[in-house]
Each structure stands twice: as C-alpha cells, then as structure tokens.
C-alpha cells in the first residue's frame, strides 16, 4: 500500500512514496491513484517533459489547475513556493529530490508529489531527466503563470552544484513574487471533500521528508 504524506511546509502539498514491485524482469509501479489526494478533481491530461541535466523549469503557478508530478527517470530538485494569500504555510518555501540518480542505484525511488493551485513550482534536472506531470484541468494558456525562479524572498536551493542553470526566455522574464499583480495573486482555499477541513487534516503530516533541502 503506497504511503502518501501531508507536507508539513506547505498546506495542500501531499507525497506519496508507491509499492515497488520488483523481480527478474525489472520494476512494476502504481505511479498515481486518485484516491491518495482526498478531495482532489480527477486529473485530465498528462505531460512528458525530457530535460537535460542543468535545466531549470520554472517557477510556474495556475490558479485554477493542480499537479501531480512523477519523475520516471533520472534526478530531479523540486522547489515549491505558497503563494496563495491568507494560506496557513504562506510564504513558505520547499525543496526536496524527486528520482533517482541514473545509475542503477534508484531502483526503489519512485515517488511522487501533489501541488495544489496557487502553489508555484519549478524544478532543476540534476541529471537528464524524464519527468511525467498529470493535470486536472486542459491546457489553459492564461492560466500559465509564473515568478522568477531567483527571487531572493524564495530562496530556493535548487541543488545545481557546479551545472549552469539553462532557463527558458519564459522563465528569465518572470516577476518576482512581490511585483505579481493583484489580479492574478492566488488565493487560499481549503482541498478536501469536506469544505471546512484542509488536505493536511485528513491525512498524516509527513515529519521524515528530505523536503527543505541542505541547511533549511
């Protein structure tokens, strides 16, 4: 039975580490259920992203769209940032690995992560990587929002050591958080099937996650 985790930094977040099965053929995994984000909207499209190691996606934001992200090969560090006004983690920041290093080492590291709306995201491929991302809503141009992904009130570690982080033109121009217009700020709203009760009520806080990164 795959263990899914409330984060403990940022309302909404969950992480979910699945069943591996393994033998003498390779691996079998359970990459995503609907059932391990209470309250969630069924996800709709899914998205393959291949980066080369040094790649910096992000940070991006929707207001109306959630994520679920699954790196199917190679090593990745998530930054996530709350943005949602009136949130109680807002203004926190994670950052945490998702994969495995490529080396035949990461057999069993297979986890997976939620990102609820308002949540800004990016990730740095710290190998060449494969990363799968589900979504609950289509496609949606304007709804395609971003913050720049050095904002030094974010502080994210994105762990590229001695890589040149390489950004798309996109992703250079983005706004730091304090300059994102008021129209397009995100808002906090309780997930979860009952209104009144958030996502991080109804499942067990995850107290053991790497998510914070070297020295935070």
């Given at each position: 039975?795959?263990?899914?985790?409330?984060?403990?930094?940022?309302?909404?977040?969950?992480h979910?580490?699945?069943?591996?099965h393994?033998?003498?053929?390779?691996?079998?995994?359970?990459?995503?259920?609907?059932?391990?984000?209470?309250?969630?909207?069924?996800?709709?499209?899914?998205?393959?992203?291949d980066?080369?190691?040094?790649s910096?996606?992000?940070?991006?934001?929707?207001?109306?769209?959630?994520?679920y992200?699954?790196?199917s090969?190679?090593?990745?560090?998530?930054?996530?940032?709350?943005l949602?006004?009136g949130?109680?983690?807002?203004g926190?920041?994670a950052?945490?690995?998702?994969?495995?290093?490529?080396?035949?080492?990461?057999?069993?590291?297979?986890?997976?992560?939620?990102?609820?709306?308002?949540?800004?995201?990016?990730?740095?491929?710290?190998?060449?990587?494969?990363?799968?991302?589900?979504?609950d809503?289509?496609y949606?141009?304007?709804?395609?929002?971003?913050?720049?992904w050095?904002?030094?009130?974010?502080?994210?570690?994105?762990?590229?050591?001695s890589?040149?982080?390489?950004?798309?033109?996109r992703?250079?121009?983005?706004?730091?958080?304090?300059d994102?217009?008021?129209?397009?700020?995100?808002v906090?709203?309780?997930?979860g099937?009952?209104?009144g009760v958030?996502?991080?009520?109804q499942?067990?806080?995850?107290e053991?996650?790497?998510?914070?990164?070297?020295?935070?």
């Amino acid at each position: 039975m795959a263990e899914v985790r409330a984060s403990s930094l940022i309302d909404g977040v969950v992480h979910v580490s699945p069943v591996v099965h393994t033998d003498g053929r390779g691996v079998f995994v359970e990459t995503f259920r609907q059932e391990w984000v209470p309250g969630s909207r069924p996800m709709v499209q899914a998205n393959r992203a291949d980066r080369v190691a040094g790649s910096v996606v992000g940070l991006h934001y929707h207001l109306g769209q959630a994520d679920y992200w699954y790196v199917s090969s190679g090593l990745v560090r998530v930054v996530l940032h709350d943005l949602r006004s009136g949130s109680p983690t807002e203004g926190s920041t994670a950052c945490f690995d998702l994969g495995g290093p490529g080396d035949g080492s990461d057999a069993g590291v297979h986890g997976g992560v939620y990102i609820p709306p308002g949540v800004a995201h990016g990730f740095a491929a710290l190998t060449d990587a494969t990363i799968t991302y589900l979504v609950d809503a289509y496609y949606d141009p304007a709804d395609e929002l971003g913050v720049a992904w050095d904002d030094p009130e974010i502080a994210a570690d994105w762990g590229l050591g001695s890589l040149a982080p390489v950004l798309s033109e996109r992703d250079l121009a983005n706004p730091r958080a304090a300059d994102i217009p008021d129209e397009i700020c995100p808002v906090w709203a309780p997930t979860g099937s009952d209104p009144g009760v958030s996502l991080s009520d109804q499942l067990t806080p995850d107290e053991s996650t790497t998510e914070g990164g070297p020295g935070l």
